[in-house]
């Protein structure tokens, strides 16, 4: 079983896309019972997936010391894709795990659910608090999404330096370029810096369109460079679980 954790302090870097993308891969070229856990309450992967906003409110209640997450887990229309939504309750989540007291709550729970499910992607918030420490407890790997920018290559620095005082056995990290535009000068001298060897997405319209379909890319344009760039993408995760031995 292996937990994937798309994180990054920053928003807008394009986890929600990966996540979704990364997840429906598990599920449909790698044959493995997935499990899609948004736990940003903007919902962005829940969205992306077509799920509709359920007024009840119960995505934080899964924490709780009596939550029951398979009671809020839905299928997707994709075979063995399922999903955990997110909605505003996870508002409230830093402030309720803290009350809580259980440092390693998210841990408990996706080894509960990995029984049922031999990849569990969780699409993280845009922050760096008690919810992201407890995701970096609970991950085998960190998934680090990057545009090409100086100031993503500080903040991965940053990243590295906080995960090395604060958790000296956090996961490994995975860091990705993303957004890239080969036409653009900057994102090229960006990419010939230390991100060179990071894997790469490309800024596309193909990834663009997601978010309109509400569909995984490969459902729409299986063949496009950028449809490959995440093949190879989730190719390389599942390796370094393989090396891991957690795959
Ligand atoms: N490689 C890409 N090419 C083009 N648009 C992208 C790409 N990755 C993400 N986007 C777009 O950028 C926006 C932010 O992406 P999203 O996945 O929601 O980021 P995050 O979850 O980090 O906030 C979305 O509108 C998404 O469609
Ligand atoms: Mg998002």
């Known amino acids: 079983m292996s937990v994937i954790a798309i994180y990054s302090p920053k928003g807008g870097v394009g986890k929600s896309t990966i996540a979704v993308d990364l997840a429906w891969r598990c599920a449909v070229a790698g044959g493995h019972e997935t499990l899609l856990w948004d736990l940003d309450p903007q919902g962005g992967s829940s969205w992306l997936l077509g799920h509709e906003p359920d007024e009840r409110m ?66 993280c918030p845009p922050m760096q608090n008690e919810v992201s420490d407890q995701v970096i407890a609970a991950a085998d790997v960190l998934i680090v999404p990057l545009p090409p920018s100086p100031l993503s290559a500080r903040a991965l620095d940053l990243l590295r330096r906080d995960l090395t005082r604060e958790h000296p ?22 990419r010939e810096g230390p991100m060179a060897p990071f894997p790469t997405i ?34 390389a995760i599942e390796a370094k679980l393989a090396d891991m031995g957690v795959g």
């Open 58 to 123: 119960r995505a934080a209640g899964v924490f709780q010391r009596d939550g029951r997450p398979q009671a809020l887990i839905e299928p997707t229309e994709f075979p063995r894709l399922s999903l955990l939504a997110a909605d505003d309750s996870l508002r409230q989540l830093p402030l309720q795990l803290a009350r809580l007291g259980q440092r390693r709550r998210l841990q408990t729970l996706t080894q509960f659910m990995a029984r049922d499910y031999p990849r569990i992607v969780l699409d």
């Open 169 to 190: 056995r956090h996961p490994p990290i995975l860091p990705v370029l993303s957004m890239y535009d080969s036409r653009r000068s900057f994102h090229r001298i960006a």
């Open 202 to 235: 490309p800024y596309s319209s193909g990834i663009e369109q997601i978010a309109f379909r509400r569909a995984p890319l490969g459902t729409f344009a299986p063949y496009c460079e950028a449809a490959r760039a995440l093949d190879r993408l989730w190719r």
